[in-house]
Nanobody, 115 residues
Framework: QVQLVESGGGLVQTGGSLRLSCATS????????MGWYRQAPGKQREFISG???????NYRDSVKGRFTISRDNAKNTVYLQMNSLKPEDTAVYYC?????????WGQGTQVTVSS
């Protein structure tokens, strides 16, 4: 059983920063991918950033240069540093982990950026 616990969301003004954390526990020895998605009201969930086995990363175009994904292997935790936040970044952010072909999701954390 794998558990994902997210933290770090909140309310911030335009231009501000937040760092999201996603701590994984359980059978995490075969993590192949760790990433972040978000879902704004009335919209579909969208990919934000991913960290693949081997260390390569990928970002959605709209967050490139502003968001940074990283991982602490010792803590089995993935982070998303979000800088220069914009109102359009407002959404519920979800952590996603792929282990042996199975997807696991966090409970989501709300990020609200005020204009």
């Amino acid at each position: 059983q794998v558990q994902l616990v997210e933290s770090g969301g909140g309310l911030v003004q335009t231009g501000g920063s937040l760092r999201l954390s996603c701590a994984t526990s359980g059978s995490t020895s075969s993590i192949g991918f760790m990433g972040w998605y978000r879902q704004a009201p009335g919209k579909q969930r969208e990919f934000i950033s991913g960290l693949f086995t081997g260390g390569s990363t990928n970002y959605r175009d709209s967050v490139k240069g502003r968001f940074t994904i990283s991982r602490d292997n010792a803590k089995n935790t993935v982070y998303l540093q979000m800088n220069s936040l914009k109102p359009e970044d407002t959404a519920v952010y979800y952590c996603n982990v792929l282990i042996l072909g199975r997807n696991y999701w966090g409970q989501g954390t709300q990020v609200t950026v005020s204009s």
